[in-house]
Each structure stands twice: as C-alpha cells, then as structure tokens.
C-alpha cells in the first residue's frame, strides 16, 4: 500500500478534503486490484475510474480557486494539467505492456501526497482568510459526509 489517508491532509474545505479521500480510496482499490493479480482489463478500468476522478477533481478545486479569487490559480492549474497528460501518458504505456501498473500507483501516490501537503495547503489558508467563500459551502456538511467518520 502506498498511500492511506491521515488527518494531515485535511484542509479544512469539506469538498476537497472528501474528494481527497476518494483519491486515496480509488489509490487503495488500484493498489488492491494489482496485488490480487486482477486481469489486465480490470486494472486498466480501474486505472481510467482514478484517472476520470482525478479530472473530476481537478475541475472541483480549479473552480473553487476561481470562486475565492486565489491568486495563483493559473500555476496551480499548470501543475493540475501536467499530472493529467502524465498519467495519460502512462496509462498508454500500461496498455502496450512498457509499464508497469505497481510503478505507476507508486507514483501518483506520492504525486497525489505531495501536492495535498504542499500546494492544495496554501489554497486551504486562503480560503480560511477569504472574504470571498465558496459556493454553496454552507451545504458540505449537509451533502458531503467525511469518509470514515
């Protein structure tokens, strides 16, 4: 296993810190999928539900910087895209058999870790000295229930 969630990651924004938790649950499932030796054609799907998540993801927090006025959205966003044709990249190379899936999740575990400690942090302290609050933040709660709690 390469990654498990640890309440350091929280930020502090319900919505992210709940999609944070299902990276590292789809990081799990792949990590489970690869050590009971599942067929190539099950990992690759489980690979593309990550990789979709992760650009589901991406959308989520890029629109949240938007919505406070982060100011060094444009960066973050570069970081976000380079991580997306990376693993397109990498899924490519695991469907012709020049790459290794265990190699893969070992490294978008620490990617995903990493980024959470030290660029989705900084965007967790802006939004807690933000004027400016998230849409719809009053609803996390309500419509978000932090996983294992």
């Known amino acids: 296993?390469?990654?498990?969630?640890?309440?350091?990651f929280n930020l502090g924004n319900r919505l992210i810190d709940t999609q944070h938790q299902m990276l590292v649950l789809l990081c799990r499932k792949l990590d489970i999928a690869?050590?009971?030796?599942?067929?190539?054609?099950?990992?690759?799907?489980v690979m593309r539900e990550l990789q979709k998540f992760v650009e589901f993801h991406f959308v989520s927090e890029?629109?949240?910087m938007r919505e406070i006025g982060y100011p060094d959205l444009s960066r973050h966003?570069?970081?976000h895209n380079e991580l997306l044709i990376e693993m397109q990249i990498e899924l490519r190379r695991i469907r012709h058999h020049k790459e290794?899936?265990?190699?893969?999740?070992?490294?978008?575990?620490e990617w995903l870790?990493?980024?959470?400690?030290?660029?989705?942090?900084?965007?967790?302290a802006y939004v807690r000295n933000s004027t400016d609050r998230p849409i719809g933040e009053d609803l996390y709660g309500k419509f978000l229930p932090i996983i294992g709690s």
Do not use: C, G
Not at 2 to 7: A, P, Q
Not at 34 to 45: A, E, L, P, V
Not at 100 to 108: G, I, M, N
């Open 1 to 8: 296993m390469y990654i498990e969630w640890k309440e350091e």
């Open 34 to 45: 690869i050590k009971t030796k599942r067929s190539d054609s099950t990992i690759q799907m």
């Open 62 to 64: 890029q629109n949240l």
């Open 77 to 79: 966003t570069r970081i």
């Open 100 to 109: 290794f899936p265990d190699d893969v999740l070992y490294a978008l575990s």
């Open 113 to 124: 870790t990493a980024h959470m400690r030290d660029e989705d942090s900084k965007i967790a």
